[in-house]
């Protein structure tokens, strides 16, 4: 049986596995300063505000928005984008 291949699969195989080392370690350096700060005792276990504070807001308060208003305005959203686009053609 003929011997296939040779060593050059191994060779690529473990050149890519240092490249995916490289990139992990990279990766991990960029989140490990958050990442102590955050199993820091007394830290806050809370996520910081990302800009959407309204959802969370009626969450909190227990008024969440009504699923069938929500349709409704989105189908009314959606009817004048189709007018405006009969407009344009």
Same mark, same amino acid.
């Given at each position: ?55 969370? @807001? ?30 344009? @053609?």
């Amino acid at each position: 049986m003929k011997n296939s291949g040779g060593g050059f699969g191994y060779v690529i195989a473990l050149v890519a596995l240092v490249i995916l080392l490289l990139l992990s370690v990279k990766a991990w350096k960029g989140a490990a300063p958050a990442a102590a700060q955050a199993l820091k005792p007394g830290a806050s276990g809370g996520v910081p505000d990302h800009g959407q504070t309204g959802a969370g @807001d009626a969450l909190r308060s227990g008024n969440l928005p009504d699923v069938k208003q929500m349709g409704q305005n989105t189908d009314a959203h959606v009817q004048q984008v189709n007018e405006a686009a009969r407009g344009q @053609d």
